[in-house]
């Protein structure tokens, strides 16, 4: 079984168009996050969830926007897509504390 | 500002060999790290991690070294394998506020050749 699964794993777009990233854990735990990894692989920090209220929002554009139905799920919608959002998206969940965390496959956006 | 990590450097070892990877951090209020492996077309993937209270911690051909005095950070892989080949990242985890925050260097590809 995946412990963090993502989807989709690829995601061809034009600019302007809205998209959604699906993430879904089943390890029971409280926290999740969204990282972005860039050409240079970068990895960023996104968000991050605790049990559906959103902790930690870093420098994105509003157009992003991270959706937490329940403490298993944290989904990412992304409005008006522009060249510079291409890059690798990952999902990532933990215990929370000092604990690590485990990452789902990844999600190739393309924006073209 | 706070950083971990260095420029993204390759290591290029033969198989056999050990290789250290290094990494540096800034921030003294960090207590806990981690080591991630990151393969082609996946996501990063847990190897080792170490808290602030320790210096060093041993797994499967993989040690950690922590120097708290330098904000030093390393991996040491036993007889390494081509399929150790991948991107390391150190992590660093910090909590605040009650929460915790992980912050990851900009990692090293590893290259092993046979």
């Known amino acids: 079984d995946t412990a963090v699964s993502q989807t989709p794993k690829y995601l061809v777009t034009q600019m302007g168009n809205d998209k959604s990233i699906k993430c879904e854990q089943n390890?029971?735990?409280?926290?999740m996050y969204w990282y972005k990894q860039d050409s240079k692989k970068f990895l960023k920090i996104m968000f991050s969830y605790n049990n559906k209220e959103l902790i930690i929002n870093e420098t994105v554009p509003n157009r992003f926007s991270p959706k937490s139905p329940d403490k298993a799920h944290l989904n990412l919608h992304i409005n008006s897509l522009e060249l510079g959002d291409s890059a690798v998206y990952f999902c990532?969940?933990?215990?929370?504390?000092?604990?690590?965390?485990?990452f789902g496959q990844g999600t190739r956006l393309t924006v073209v | 500002g706070e950083s971990v990590g260095l420029h993204l450097p390759t290591l290029s070892v033969q198989e056999g060999d050990n290789s250290i990877i290094n990494c540096a951090y800034s921030?003294?209020?960090?207590?806990?790290f981690i080591w991630y492996k990151q393969e082609s077309g996946k996501g990063p993937q847990f190897i080792i991690d170490i808290r602030s209270n320790m210096d060093k911690r041993q797994g499967q051909r993989v040690t950690v070294l922590l120097n708290k005095t330098v904000k030093h950070l390393s991996l040491q892989i036993a007889a390494t394998q081509p399929g150790d080949s991948a991107v390391y990242f150190c992590?660093?985890?910090?909590?605040?506020?009650?929460?915790?925050?992980?912050?990851f260097g900009k990692g090293t590809m590893l290259l092993v050749s046979p």
């Open positions: 990532a969940s933990s215990r929370g504390g000092l604990s690590e965390a485990f």
């Open positions: 921030n003294s209020a960090s207590d806990y």
């Open positions: 390890l029971g735990h409280d926290t």
């Open positions: 992590a660093e985890n910090r909590m605040n506020s009650g929460y915790s925050t992980l912050t």
